[in-house]
Each structure stands twice: as C-alpha cells, then as structure tokens.
C-alpha cells in the first residue's frame, strides 16, 4: 500500500526547477568536433530526474521519453545548459519539460539546441510507486505548458492501450 501525500500539499513549478551545465569537452564528442547526442540525453535526463526528485521528494524513474529534438549542433568548448521544470502531474507520475541551450563562451552566443519532455513515476521505500503533490500554476505560460502536457499525457494513454 502506498503512502497518500497530504490533502493539501500543493507545489509551484518553481519548486521544481532545476539547471545542470556542463562544458563540453573533446570526450563528449564525435571526430567532427559535435557532442554526441546521448552525451546530451544523459543531461536532460539527469536534470529531468532531479527536477521530478525536486518535485515529489522521492526517489523516481523514467517511464517515458517522448522526444529529444535536436535543433542544431553542439560543438566542443560550449557551454551546455539544461534547464529542466515540472509541467504536469498524475496521481504518482510527473512530466517534466527540459530546454537545452548551447553558449561559445569566447562570443557569448547561445541559441536552444534541444527541447525535450519526459515522464518520470515516484518511488516508495519499497520501489512501488506513490503519489506525489499536486501542482499550482502562477504564470500564463505555466497553465499553457500544462493544457499541452493534459494533451500530451492523453495522447500517451491512447497509444499505450491502442
């Protein structure tokens, strides 16, 4: 049996935020001087997990990653920022929307490079899932992002039982 969180426990997308960055270096990239593709998924699912751990103060697992665009290039030398936000939340899971951006620290360009959602379950002490808060929106982008989230939550139950 798993834990209810309290009636009242409610969280801002706030709450969750969370940015991971890193410099990438020539390990992190193909002989053409381009970071590998799953060098950056590692990223946006590290910050997509911390941000859902952030969230429902448990320990999480990835369910589902629906897409991860690649924009354009990252090159050696840039500076890699992910920036990850709760957008969504069920009764146990969580999706969570994260924007990649790239910056030539000697120009100071930076540009998007990826946007990505994922889905995350929360995780009692025994590894069965449990719920977590609900979530509160303060901005019009916030209930936006969520209205495409429900869409998008939707779509992934219509496919999954299809």
Known sequence: ?????????VKT??????TLSALMGPQDA???G???GGVIMKMVDEVGALAAMRHAR???VTVVVDSVTFLEPIRVGHLVQCDAEITYVGRTSMEVRV????????TGTSSVTNNAYLVYVALDPDGRPTPVPRLTFTTDDERRRAEEARERQA???RMSHG
Not at 1 to 9: G, I, N, R, S, Y
Not at 13 to 18: G, H, I, T
């Open 1 to 9: 049996m798993t834990a209810e969180p309290p009636a009242d426990e």
């Open 30 to 32: 193909n002989n053409h």
């Open 99 to 106: 924007r990649v951006t790239s910056e030539n620290p000697l």
């Open 58 to 60: 448990a320990p999480v």
């Open 155 to 157: 779509y992934r139950k």
């Open 34 to 36: 381009n970071v590998h």
């Open 13 to 18: 997308v706030a709450q969750s935020r969370v």
